[in-house]
């Protein structure tokens, strides 16, 4: 059986290769640029963008790690409804959504296919802290908002586990997964963590709203991906800092710490 992960190059994506081939699946991995994908020889590279359907290659696709944006923006897809049939035409049994925050055109889409479906709600990835690494290195200093509302960020490679076990494995059809990590943590703790980690002091200067919303339009994100950001960051629903055991319970394991994660990325710290 193949199956076909979309965004392959990503935080997340990456990890579903891993995961997948470790479990001895074959892999399709779509992204934009398969000459700088830097994946595994053993998976199949395919080039493909997601805001133009006719370019993803469901043939012969058992299931799919299928994200909810795209475009150089990271917008919301729109393009949900002819992905989904695109996808249930050529046989995919399986979908795992991956969504960004609200339930949007693709989750709708999915939801209302025929598809065994599970979404996969991660709160918030450990792995975008790495955002701060540019002004750690050159300042030992951190410009973020919102310093003390609290996340439950989860192991990126954590993600990557069990979108590859619900792609794998019954029971999961029709189901949400909110993800997290093992604890709660604020921006301003999560950069305590790195500097342990690195074992030097860093500072924190918190950004208001607008200076955030004027660095994320300058990133070139588009408005209604500032417009997540904010809520979430800045005043999150319940779900997004209440811990869960949605990974020990679907991998028979406790999820990795951010302690973990800080003493894994270190080096790009320095």
Do not use: C
Not at 192 to 221: I, N
């Amino acid at each position: 059986m193949t199956y076909l992960v979309t965004g392959a190059t990503g935080k997340a994506g990456r990890h579903v290769v891993s995961a997948l081939l470790a479990a001895g699946e074959r892999v399709r991995a779509l992204t934009r640029n398969p000459a700088e994908s830097a994946l595994p020889p053993e998976v199949e590279v395919v080039a493909g963008d997601l805001t133009d359907p006719a370019t993803v290659p469901f043939d012969g696709v058992t299931g799919v790690h299928l994200l909810t944006i795209g475009g150089d923006d990271y917008a919301t897809l729109t393009t949900g409804p002819e992905l989904v049939k695109r996808a249930q035409d050529a046989g995919v049994r399986r979908i795992a959504v991956l969504w960004n925050g609200d339930v949007g055109p693709v989750e709708e889409a999915v939801a209302a296919s025929e598809l065994a479906w599970t979404r996969l709600q991660p709160t918030d990835f450990m792995g975008n802290t790495l955002h701060l690494a540019p002004s750690i290195r050159a300042e030992g200093q951190v410009r973020e908002p919102f310093s003390d509302v609290p996340a439950a960020p989860v192991h990126e490679a954590d993600v990557g586990a069990v979108s590859a076990a619900v792609l794998t494995s019954d029971g999961h059809a029709g189901k949400a997964y909110t993800l997290t990590g093992p604890e709660a943590l604020t921006a301003r703790q999560r950069v305590a963590r790195v500097s342990a980690a690195l074992g030097r002091e860093l500072t924190f200067v918190e950004l208001t709203e607008a200076q955030a919303r004027d660095r994320w339009r300058d990133q070139g994100l588009a408005d209604d991906m500032i417009d997540t950001l904010v809520a979430w960051q800045g005043s999150p629903p319940p779900h997004a800092y209440t811990v869960t055991n949605t990974v020990a319970e679907i991998l028979g394991r406790p999820p990795r710490t951010f302690d973990e994660w800080a003493k894994e990325h270190a080096p790009l710290f320095t």
